[in-house]
């Protein structure tokens, strides 16, 4: 717990109650999804963990302060906003001094959970190892803070747009626990499969069970869940690469690096597949709120 942590009245009443609650992040909110759609899933998906009886915590920073559990309004004006702060973890401190807003990764969510003490995180994709990141160096923060938070993340594996199989060695050489919830195929977000493999999960309580085990021995590490998009709303992996391939000649192009390039590959691959990109990205977000409010009340 620290003084910048500030909860909204509901999420207070959960943790003072030990009732379940499932994190939520922002960055999806602001730069993943455009306006209006993004502010209907932000609602949608704290409206799905409500009805399982879980409290949602969706985490943005705000007025120099780590807000956990946003009141209406404020996730209006993450949705609607256009200078809004992309915050990894190096920006935490950065984004508080100046009281601006700033929407939290994977990464600063994991952070800002584990001090809050909640366990379970739900997102679309992780960030990972970019595609030729041989050349650029571009691996996402979100990899190493999941090395050390401990924090439950379910994520329908890896956004396609990144180099799958690299990401999967970095978790490994981290040393982040990787389950595929009910397969052994590492999803690739739009596609419910990838080739890659991953170790198996076959229910709720496994996860609960492995997760006490590693905070019983003290490791720091998160654990990654990676939950498939139901078959029927994927989109397949061949007809997905090619839309990607032609997104990532386009950032060259126009020589987008860096903390931008995330949220203009999603934006161009939404624009290519004409809004289908978008109805596939909610439905597994949706999809991962779920199953990581049947985790946070098993634990
Ligand atoms: N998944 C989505 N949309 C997103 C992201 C993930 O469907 O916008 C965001 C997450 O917040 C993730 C971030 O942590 O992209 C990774 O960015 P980078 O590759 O710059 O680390
Ligand atoms: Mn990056």
């Known amino acids: ?82 200078n809004v702060a992309k915050v990894s973890s190096r920006d935490i401190g950065r984004i508080l001094a100046t009281g601006k807003t700033g929407a939290t990764t994977v990464a600063a969510t994991m952070k800002a959970a584990a001090w809050a003490g909640i366990k379970v995180f739900a997102t679309g994709g992780i960030g990972g190892v970019h595609r030729e990141a041989e050349n650029t160096f571009d691996i996402s923060n979100d990899l190493i ?60 309580k496994e996860i609960a069970e492995i997760y006490k085990i590693n905070r019983e021995l003290k490791l720091e590490c998160g654990v990654l869940i990676a939950n498939p998009i139901p078959k029927k709303d994927e989109i397949p992996f061949s007809e997905m690469d090619e839309y990607i391939q032609s997104a990532l000649k386009k950032a060259n192009k126009l020589n987008i690096s860096g903390r931008d390039l995330t949220p203009f590959l999603l934006k161009e691959i939404v624009e290519i597949t004409k809004g289908k990109s978008l109805e596939t990205n909610i439905k597994l977000v949706e999809n991962n709120v779920k199953l990581a409010c049947e985790i946070a009340k098993e634990l």
């Not at 978790?171 to 389950?179: A, D």
């Open 145 to 204: 803070e999941l090395s050390r938070n401990p924090v439950i993340v379910v994520s329908a594996g890896a956004k396609a747009i990144l180099d799958l199989s690299k990401t999967l060695e970095y978790l490994e050489t981290f040393g982040v626990p990787v389950f595929g919830y009910k397969t052994d195929d590492f999803p690739a977000f739009y596609s419910a499969e990838s080739s890659l493999k991953v170790d198996r999960v076959d229910s709720v």
């Open 1 to 82: 717990m620290n003084k910048y942590l500030q909860f909204s009245p509901e999420v207070a009443y959960a943790i003072n109650n030990r009732l379940p609650i499932v994190a939520l992040e922002s960055t999806i909110i602001s730069h993943g999804m455009p306006y209006p759609q993004n502010l209907k899933v932000a609602e949608k998906l704290e409206k799905i963990a409500r009805e399982m009886g879980v409290v949602p915590a969706t985490i943005c920073l705000m007025d120099g302060k780590i807000k956990v559990g946003l009141e209406k309004d404020d996730l209006k004006i993450l949705a609607k906003a256009k």
